[in-house]
Nanobody
Framework: QVHMVQLGGGSVQAGGSLRLSCTIS????????MGWFRQAPDEKHTEHEREGVASIDSGGTTAYADSVKGRFAVTEDKAKKAFYLEMSGLGPDETAVYYC??????????????????????????WGEGTLVNVSS
């Protein structure tokens, strides 16, 4: 069974930067969407209601939420079976638990901006355990 392990996160002051990583036990050879999602600590959302932040598909196409464009970057390293989220210019309102996820069916054959939609990770999906990012003012 495929599983994902997240590293990174922690506390940072407003305007600071952090890097999150997600290692996947078996990196897919074909279609996939991989995304980063977040949920404020006090929100009671299901995984499919989380806010999409950034994504990358099997063709290398990236997508970003409007609120993070120019500040966040998603990359992957297939040799290391990992993908990353580089965050800069963080604001206190971005304090949240950040999750990585992968989808290997459904939207994986489409790619592009739909990979940002958490509700579409519902066919052959895997979620990371989440990591807290705390941004202080």
């Amino acid at each position: 069974q495929v599983h994902m392990v997240q590293l990174g996160g922690g506390s940072v002051q407003a305007g600071g930067s952090l890097r999150l990583s997600c290692t996947i036990s078996e990196y897919p050879l074909q279609n996939y969407c991989m995304g980063w999602f977040r949920q404020a600590p006090d929100e009671k959302h299901t995984e499919h209601e989380r806010e999409g932040v950034a994504s990358i598909d099997s063709g290398g196409t990236t997508a970003y939420a409007d609120s993070v464009k120019g500040r966040f970057a998603v990359t992957e390293d297939k040799a290391k079976k990992a993908f990353y989220l580089e965050m800069s210019g963080l604001g206190p309102d971005e304090t949240a638990v950040y999750y990585c996820a992968a989808e290997f069916a459904g939207i994986a054959t489409m790619g592009g901006p739909i990979c940002l939609q958490a509700r579409e990770y519902r066919y052959l999906e895997v979620w990371g355990e989440g990591t807290l990012v705390n941004v202080s003012s």
